[in-house]
């Protein structure tokens, strides 16, 4: 049983500020990869940062300068600094972990339930 929790989503305007949380509890041995997802209205899921372990971090050009991730292993969370957002940034913005819960277990891939994010104009 793992469970990812999600928070601080909401609506800001444009050239302002969010920070995006998400923390992972239950059976957990360890986390591989923790990441960040977005999806807007009529498009397709895709990636916006992905944090293997400190200092391995990638980004979607899109949001590549203006959005950091980071990780807390010791709280098994991870944040989404969000700068200088933009209309485009518009988006449920979803936690993906993948994560050992045995020892002898597969990583498996696990969701949070999405928050919104809204920029206005």
């Known amino acids: 049983q793992v469970q990812l929790v999600e928070s601080g989503g909401g609506l800001v305007q444009a050239g302002g500020s969010l920070r995006l949380s998400c923390t992972a509890s239950?059976?957990?041995?360890?986390?591989?990869?923790m990441n960040w997802y977005r999806q807007a209205p009529g498009k397709q899921r895709e990636l916006v940062a992905a944090?293997?372990?400190?200092?391995?971090?990638n980004y979607a050009d899109s949001v590549k300068g203006r959005f950091t991730i980071s990780r807390d292993n010791a709280k098994n969370t991870v944040y989404l600094q969000m700068n200088s957002l933009i209309p485009e940034d518009t988006a449920v913005y979803y936690c993906?972990?993948?994560?050992?819960?045995?020892?002898?277990?597969?990583?498996?891939?696990?969701w949070g339930q999405g928050t919104q994010v809204t920029v206005s104009s």
């Open positions: 993906n972990a993948r994560i050992k819960r045995r020892v002898l277990s597969a990583y498996e891939d696990y």
């Open positions: 239950g059976t957990i041995f360890v986390i591989h990869a």
């Open positions: 944090a293997v372990d400190i200092g391995n971090t």
